[in-house]
T-cell receptor
Framework: AQSVTQPDIHITVSEGASLELRCNYS??????LFWYVQSPGQGLQLLLK??????LVQGIKGFEAEFKRSQSSFNLRKPSVHWSDAAEYFC??????????????FGKGTKLSVIP | KAGVTQTPRYLIKTRGQQVTLSCSPI?????VSWYQQTPGQGLQFLFE???????NKGNFPGRFSGRQFSNSRSEMNVSTLELGDSALYLC????????????FGPGTRLTVL
């Protein structure tokens, strides 16, 4: 069965500091990986995705993530955090686009707090 | 292009009642999925509909049901509400096969008293 682990429940960083959010996955086939962000009271916004090819993927809002198959990881990074990045971040894994049915499996999320 | 819309945004019900939540996908999207989000269990998959057919179902009791209409709009129903059903219910749409990205609505916050 597929699973996603986000080891850090809560992270606090200072504005302008770099950020790395960890994600490890377990998936039987080729994983399709996603990072979503959720602001309080809002739905999920897709930050970036990895399907194949270059293992370093760029997303919106200056985020990037690196896929490492050997470590079953897909960590999210940002070189300089802004106060508006404070939110909860979810890593997710899903099946290929041609799958007969489709569901995402999410990690428990990492809440990011930013100190001005 | 409008995003995924969900109505109502907030609901308060009492135990034993039933509730219906509505979701309108992005225009042209034929797949609609529902997820339940709670502080304890996180985001859990409820079911997926495609072309008015339930294609996949998560591990939830039969009190949770859904349907999809010919215009791809979807509803989910929860009967005999329990306190533990209090959650944020998120709807997500996807174009169809060949497209991996799911786009989420703002959710419906259900509170069961």
């Amino acid at each position: 069965a597929q699973s996603v682990t986000q080891p850090d429940i809560h992270i606090t960083v200072s504005e302008g500091a770099s950020l790395e959010l960890r994600c490890n996955y377990s998936y039987g086939a080729t994983p399709y990986l996603f990072w979503y962000v959720q602001s309080p009271g809002q739905g999920l916004q897709l930050l970036l995705k990895y399907f194949s090819g270059d293992t370093l993927v760029q997303g919106i809002k200056g985020f990037e993530a690196e896929f490492k198959r050997s470590q079953s990881s897909f960590n999210l990074r940002k070189p300089s955090v802004h106060w508006s990045d404070a939110a909860e971040y979810f890593c997710a894994v899903g099946p290929g686009a041609r799958a007969g049915s489709y569901q995402l499996t999410f990690g428990k999320g990492t809440k990011l707090s930013v100190i001005p | 292009k409008a995003g995924v819309t969900q109505t109502p945004r907030y609901l308060i019900k009492t135990r034993g009642q039933q509730v219906t939540l509505s979701c309108s996908p992005i225009s042209g999207h034929r797949s609609v999925s529902w997820y339940q989000q709670t502080p304890g269990q996180g985001l859990q998959f409820l079911f997926e509909y495609f072309s008015e057919t339930q294609r996949n179902k998560g591990n939830f009791p039969g009190r949770f049901s859904g349907r999809q209409f010919s215009n791809s709009r979807s509803e989910m129903n929860v009967s005999t509400l329990e306190l533990g059903d209090s959650a944020l219910y998120l709807c997500a749409s996807r174009r169809d096969r060949g497209h991996n990205e799911q786009f989420f609505g703002p959710g419906t916050r259900l509170t069961v008293l």
